[in-house]
Nanobody
Framework: QVQLVESGGGLVQAGGSLRLSCAAS????????MGWYRQAPGKQRELVAT???????NYADSVKGRFTISRDNAKNTVYLQMNSLKPEDTAVYYC?????????WGQGTQVTVSS
């Protein structure tokens, strides 16, 4: 498994932006499928975006055109740039690393969007 530490959450007004970061402990970070998930109160955890080892990306329909996932393999870090934030984006955001069927999760970072 890999240790993941998220940062960058906070409180923002609707229409604002935040950038989440996730630092990984493993030097083979470049081999992992990295993703961001979120969980709102009373709801199941849902996929937000993923980025493969060759930088292919995938997004949930609800964030397409507003969020951008990227990775910097030299820094063992994955980012989630969130623009045009909406109150419904309020959730705890979790970083995820997947390799050989094994998932690793960060502790989560709270994002709150006020209307």
């Amino acid at each position: 498994q890999v240790q993941l530490v998220e940062s960058g959450g906070g409180l923002v007004q609707a229409g604002g932006s935040l950038r989440l970061s996730c630092a990984a402990s493993r030097t083979i970070f470049s081999l992992y499928l990295m993703g961001w998930y979120r969980q709102a109160p009373g709801k199941q955890r849902e996929l937000v975006a993923t980025v493969t080892s060759d930088d292919s990306t995938n997004y949930a329909d609800s964030v397409k055109g507003r969020f951008t996932i990227s990775r910097d393999n030299a820094k063992n870090t994955v980012y989630l740039q969130m623009n045009s934030l909406k109150p419904e984006d309020t959730a705890v955001y979790y970083c995820n690393a997947l390799m050989r069927g094994i998932h690793s999760w960060g502790q989560g970072t709270q994002v709150t969007v006020s209307s």
